[in-house]
Nanobody, 115 residues
Framework: QVQLVESGGGLVQAGGSLRLSCAASGSIFSINAMGWYRQAPGKQRELVAT???????NYADSVKGRFTISRDNAKNTVYLQMNSLKPEDTAVYYCKVVASPYEYWGQGTQVTVSS
């Protein structure tokens, strides 16, 4: 059994910053990739950023230059530093862990950016 515990969401004014964390625990033998996705009301879930165990990173165009993803392999933890937040970043943010052939999702954490 695998557990993902997310933290760091909240309410922030436009231009502010938040840092999300996601710690994976349980029967995970080898994590291939970790990442963050988000889902705004009435919209589909979309990729925000991913990072492989080798450190290869991918960002959505909408967050490039503002968000930074990082991971601590020893702690099975992934972080998302979000700067220069905009109201359109408001969404529920979900952590995803890929430990092939399985995928695991966190419960989601709300990020609200006020204008």
């Amino acid at each position: 059994q695998v557990q993902l515990v997310e933290s760091g969401g909240g309410l922030v004014q436009a231009g502010g910053s938040l840092r999300l964390s996601c710690a994976a625990s349980g029967s995970i033998f080898s994590i291939n990739a970790m990442g963050w996705y988000r889902q705004a009301p009435g919209k589909q879930r979309e990729l925000v950023a991913t990072i492989t165990k080798f450190g290869r990173i991918n960002y959505a165009d909408s967050v490039k230059g503002r968000f930074t993803i990082s991971r601590d392999n020893a702690k099975n933890t992934v972080y998302l530093q979000m700067n220069s937040l905009k109201p359109e970043d408001t969404a529920v943010y979900y952590c995803k862990v890929v430990a092939s052939p399985y995928e695991y999702w966190g419960q989601g954490t709300q990020v609200t950016v006020s204008s």
